[in-house]
């Protein structure tokens, strides 16, 4: 799958300046390139989300909710080991069909969702992790208090804020680097005469400008807006 999408990803800028040799519609080099950004964007960012919650129960009695709460969720499950629950979310609507492990201990109860392929989760890892917990203290009718201590190998929330807004970062610039690649290339064929400056209709120049000013501005800054508040809210409440 992640070759795949690696290939689409390389195939998308090509086809995108193959598509200036012929008269029509060049402004679609904005769409493939823009494109093209977010998929490499998308594959280098690991999506993650870790979590561990303390009860006042038994492990026996925390396991069997652990098994009830992914019942709850339509999730496959198995026991992986003594004490540990592995399970898989289906491909859907908002899921790239997620891996979630479970872990028991002492009272500390781990669970961590990720991405099989590295996708960015927009939310779907977090939203994971809090609906088992949700069903958890359903079943065994306690709340848990969330703990410090994080299982080797997984995000804190701390790192993912910080991770993840760095992903929005690297949004913002490659868009705009896309564009000004896009402006350039066409500027360069208008010059030399292959594409003529009365062949850009009216649709053109509204997805254009729509494309330029529209999504940079406002979805990638709502986003990058949304990340530093997450990245802060993270650090509040990691050092309280």
């Known amino acids: 799958m992640r070759y795949a999408l690696y290939a689409v990803v390389l195939v998308l800028p090509v086809g995108a300046l193959a598509w200036l040799s012929l008269p029509g519609r060049p402004v679609f080099l904005f769409l493939a390139i823009l494109i093209a950004g977010l998929g490499v964007a998308a594959i280098r960012f690991p999506a993650a989300w870790s979590e561990a919650r303390r009860f006042d129960a038994d492990d026996a009695d925390l396991l069997d909710g652990a098994r009830e709460a992914l019942r709850v969720m339509g999730v496959r499950w198995r026991e992986a080991s003594a004490g540990a629950l ?54 065994v009718g306690g709340f848990g208090s969330v703990a410090v201590t994080w299982k080797s190998g997984t ?52 997805f254009g400008l729509a494309l330029v000013a529209v999504f940079p501005s406002l979805v990638i800054g709502n986003r990058l807006q949304r990340a530093r508040a997450a990245v802060q809210q993270a650090e509040e409440a990691a050092f309280s």
Not at 159 to 167: I, N, S, V
Request: aromatic share 10%; net charge positive.
């Open 86 to 139: 592995s399970a898989s979310v289906s491909p859907g609507w908002r899921s790239y069909g997620e891996r979630m492990n479970v872990h028991v201990m002492d009272g500390l109860v781990e669970c961590d969702s990720r991405c099989v392929y590295g996708l960015g989760d927009w939310g779907k890892n977090r939203q994971n992790v809090t609906e088992f917990f949700g069903a958890l203290e359903r079943a």
């Open 155 to 206: 995000m804190s929330p701390l790192d993912d804020a910080k991770r993840r807004l760095a992903f929005w970062k690297r949004v913002r610039w490659g868009t705009w680097a896309a564009v000004a690649v896009s402006v350039l290339v066409l500027g360069v064929q208008m010059l030399r005469g292959r594409i003529a400056p009365d062949t850009l209709g009216i649709p053109d120049i509204v």
